[in-house]
Structures are given as structure tokens and as C-alpha cells.
């Protein structure tokens, strides 16, 4: 079993930033990626970030150059330092977690980003 634990999340005014951790825990082996996805309300689940154990990291188009997504060393953490944040960007924050062919999802974390 895997745990996965949200923090990090606000409101915060237009332009702002934030940044998101999720912390992992339990029968952590060898986690192969880490993401994060957000769903606002009426939308559809969506990719946000995503990062390899070797460190590379993918964007999605609507957030290249505002966000910054890494591993902690102990690569059970994922963070995701959020700036110029825009209304748009207000949804549920979700970490997930891919490990031996299986994934884990947190439970969410709101951001809210007021104009």
C-alpha cells in the first residue's frame, strides 16, 4: 500500500505562487514517476506535471514557463512550485504516484486563484 499526502494549497491572488509537496509513504519500493493532475469543476481530469526517476519533467501547454515540478533526494516527495498564477488554474491538485506497474492517487488539495 501506498499513501499519498497533499500540502501546500491556498488561496492566492492572480499573479501569485504557490507551491504544492506530496509526501508518499508506506510500501515505497522503487517509484518509477510522479504527477500532478488538477480537475476543476465541470471539467475533465487533467495532467499538469509529470517527472521520471531520472528528473526529466513534462508540462502541460497550459502551464510551460509558470511551473516548476522536482523530487525530493529521498524520491518519496514531489513538489510543484506554481508562479504568475492565473483564475484559470483553480481546481483540485492531485499527486499520483506510479510504482511496479501500479498507481496511487492523493486525495486532493485546493488552490484557488481569486482575479
Known amino acids: 500500500q501506498v499513501q499519498l499526502a497533499e500540502s501546500g494549497g491556498g488561496l492566492v491572488q492572480a499573479g501569485g505562487s504557490l507551491r504544492l509537496s506530496c509526501a508518499a509513504s508506506?510500501?515505497?519500493?522503487?517509484?518509477?514517476?510522479m504527477a500532478w493532475y488538477r480537475q476543476a469543476p465541470g471539467k475533465q481530469r487533467e495532467l499538469v506535471a509529470s517527472?521520471?526517476?531520472?528528473?526529466?519533467?513534462n508540462y502541460a501547454d497550459s502551464v510551460k514557463g509558470r511551473c516548476t515540478t522536482s523530487r525530493g533526494d529521498a524520491k518519496n516527495l514531489l513538489f510543484l512550485q506554481m508562479n504568475s498564477l492565473k483564475p484559470e488554474d483553480t481546481a483540485t491538485y492531485y499527486c499520483n504516484v506510479f510504482q511496479v506497474f501500479k498507481t496511487y492517487w492523493g486525495q486532493g488539495i485546493q488552490v484557488t486563484v481569486s482575479s
Open positions: 517527472i521520471g526517476s531520472g528528473g526529466t519533467a
Open positions: 508506506g510500501r515505497i519500493f522503487s517509484i518509477s514517476s
